[in-house]
Every structure is written in structure tokens, then in C-alpha cells.
């Protein structure tokens, strides 16, 4: 999600922690209440910073875990899994998108839009 998103669906993002414990990841740090916010990384000469939305790990692996939703500002968002996306390849990590009924078709749309379309989805 982006960050004007958040308040609007910090129940989502509660959800999609209680369903990454269930499945056996730990350490995990999300941008919500009651845990610990995962690293943020700043764009040099812009006032642009990028946070995952999840980070756990889980067979000692680290996971990326962003929330795809309808959003206002779809560019800012493909920006931000095109980022997420690059960084845990390069770091031999994991990327996964996290959606819920009513978000699946625009969340394909845009991984279609950005070439991503290899992504499986976690559906909550």
C-alpha cells in the first residue's frame, strides 16, 4: 500500500499479519501497531521513501510482503513493487503480494501493466 492508504485499510494489513503467523513465519515487521516497522529506503534527491508493508522470514529466508488494493495513485504503486521487486532478487530474498476479494482484478492489471505477471498472489 501506499502511505495514504494505510489508515483506510489497517484492518487488511492486521489480517495479512494473523494469516503470515498462521503459516509459520517469524520475525515479523509490519507497518502497523505492536510491531516493529520494516526498513525503509529513501530515493536520493527526492523526498521519496519506500516501506514494505511485511517483512518476516520464515526456513531462514527473508520474505517482502506488500498489500495490493485499489489505489488512488496505481503509479507510485507499480513504482513500489517494481522496487521491492528488483531488491529481493538482488538479495536472493522473496517478494509476494498480498490481496483481498474485490482487489484481485486490479491487482493483475497492474502486475500485467509492469510486466510482473509471473507473481503469485496470496488471497485472504
Known amino acids: 500500500m501506499i502511505h495514504a492508504d494505510k489508515e483506510k485499510y489497517k484492518d487488511i494489513l492486521d489480517n495479512s499479519v494473523d494469516y503470515l503467523e ?26 521519496i521513501i519506500i516501506t514494505p508493508d511485511i517483512v518476516a522470514e520464515k526456513n531462514g529466508r527473508k520474505h517482502y510482503f506488500d498489500i495490493s488494493l485499489k489505489s488512488e ?16 532478487a538482488l538479495k536472493s530474498h522473496h517478494f509476494k503480494l498480498i490481496t483481498t476479494k474485490g482487489h484481485y482484478k486490479f491487482t493483475n492489471e497492474m502486475l ?13
Open 73 to 88: 495513485k496505481p503509479k507510485l504503486l507499480k513504482s513500489k513493487w517494481l522496487f521491492l521487486n528488483t531488491l529481493t
Open 22 to 47: 498462521q503459516h509459520g513465519f517469524e520475525n515479523i515487521k509490519a507497518d502497523t501497531e505492536g510491531y516493529e516497522t520494516p526498513k525503509s529506503f529513501a530515493k536520493k534527491g527526492s523526498d
Open 112 to 124: 500485467d501493466d509492469i510486466n510482473m505477471n509471473n507473481k503469485n498472489l496470496i488471497k485472504i
